[in-house]
């Protein structure tokens, strides 16, 4: 049986004993010895009936110190430890889709000490026009940012007036869990209607909202959040001539670099990590994405426009151009007499076409080369070209007089000898004129 604490000696912790006043001796309980450290079998007796008598919270040992100290942790900052302990004691029914609402953490199983110091959070925010809830609070301060968490940036935008509208009456409940495994019930209530992140207004309140609740967290794993939005500007001014670079656009990136920062406090959780890395040292697929939009992208877009390609301000104006009311063409023709003269002479070109494709082309006669000579007429007259003509050599040259090429035998001699086929149809095409021109006419 546990003794109680003798005079003297005031209860500090469950199973521990605070030292004793100045001036005054401590005393053992009986059996003890005179030193009051007793056997080891003793010693250990006494700190297993300490387990028994203390609060847990379903971690370790440890963790359950760590969440006993939000009782006394008051105003102050809380630590890493305490929020990595934090983390498994949020229950389920605030997490995940349910983090949306605001529920009130102590009608939850949520240890009192976390509850309390989370609506102590929510007041210096309510005081601040920013309503963000009290599990998405919860969730940040113990750096459970990510989206399968149920984690909500834009729910950190200010409000402006919002406090003077809300109604303190809970609006609905929801069951969640309640001591010895029965059910209870869990307030929520009213929350304002948060506008999406999809212009520069709602984007810098969310900033200024996340900033404001990086205050009450641990400084581990908020380090480089101002650098971040810092970065994000930036990115956005750069990328300013991009049809697809919005603030929704901001909003993506933000939630990917969040679910990356909570993957990397779980592993610190785990111990596979000692530090999480600051926000504004950026992933690899992040930074790869936004260097691809500054670069990449931005260079295409310079090429586009360099090469005459219209952009969206070129056929903004083309638009505008067109709304302009019709104006008289300074010839006298109205815009009727127009129409009607240029439908005719449209009428007049396609009957044009049409006649040229019934008519049958002229077929053209051969000329035959004059007996004895191997010369057709003309073809190497004055004014002729002194080239060889292939088509004579083949007997294919329907010319006659008017071929711009030579038929004279020695110069199709000379042009035989010198010829150089390349491929295998001009080979064939020299072997074939080589076999019809087997004496001086092309075709005997």
């Given amino acids: 049986m546990f003794m109680p604490p003798a005079p003297g000696m005031m209860p500090a912790a469950p199973g521990m004993m605070m030292p004793p006043a100045p001036g005054m001796m401590p005393l053992v309980p009986p ?116 989206r399968a968490d149920g984690f909500k940036p834009f729910m950190c935008q200010k409000m402006r007036g919002w406090a003077k509208r809300r109604s303190h009456a809970e609006d609905a409940s929801i069951d969640v869990a309640a001591p010895g495994g029965t059910r209870g019930r869990a307030a929520i209530r009213n929350s304002p209607t948060f506008p999406a992140v999809t212009q520069m207004e709602p984007y810098e309140n969310m900033v200024e909202g996340l900033l404001q609740l990086a205050k009450h967290a641990p400084d581990g794993l908020v380090v480089g959040m101002r650098q971040f939005f810092s970065i994000q500007r930036t990115h956005y001014h750069a990328c300013g001539d991009l049809d697809a670079m919005t603030y929704a656009t901001l909003y993506t990136d933000l939630l990917d670099r969040f679910d990356e920062h909570a993957k990397a406090v779980h592993r610190m959780g785990i111990g596979v990590l000692m530090t999480v890395p600051p926000l504004h040292a950026l992933p690899t697929d992040l930074a790869s994405t936004m260097l691809l939009r500054e670069q990449q992208l931005k260079s295409i877009l310079t090429a586009l426009r360099s090469s005459g390609v219209r952009t969206q301000e070129a056929i903004a104006a083309v638009v505008d151009e067109t709304r302009k009311p019709p104006t008289k063409p300074p010839t006298g023709e109205t815009r009727k007499e127009k129409r009607e003269r240029e439908a005719a002479e449209r009428k007049a070109k396609q009957a044009a076409a049409a006649a040229a494709k019934t008519t049958p082309p002229p077929k053209r006669t051969p000329i035959k080369a004059e007996p004895g000579t191997g010369v057709a007429p003309g073809g190497g007259g004055a004014g002729a070209r002194t080239g060889a003509c292939f088509n004579f050599m083949r007997g294919a040259c329907n010319h006659g007089a008017t071929c711009r090429f030579s038929h004279d035998a020695s110069v199709i001699d000379a042009a035989r000898v010198s010829y150089q086929p390349q491929g295998a149809r001009e080979i064939w095409a020299q072997k074939w004129s080589c076999l019809l021109y087997t004496s001086q006419s092309p075709r005997d």
């Fill in 31 to 146: 059996g003890f010895g005179s030193s009051g450290m007793g056997t080891p079998m003793e010693q250990a007796m006494l700190m297993h009936m300490a387990e028994m008598n203390r609060q847990r919270y379903g971690g370790t040992r440890d963790e359950d110190a760590l969440i006993e100290s939000f009782n006394v942790r008051g105003t102050n900052r809380i630590t890493v430890p305490m929020a990595l302990a934090m983390r498994s004691s949020i229950p389920g029914e605030v997490s995940g889709e349910r983090a949306v609402c605001d529920v009130k953490l102590r009608d939850t199983m949520m240890p009192g000490g976390i509850a309390r110091k989370v609506e102590m959070v929510a007041a210096v925010l309510y005081d601040k026009e920013f309503f963000p809830g009290e599990p998405q609070i919860a969730l940040f301060m113990a750096g459970r940012w990510s």
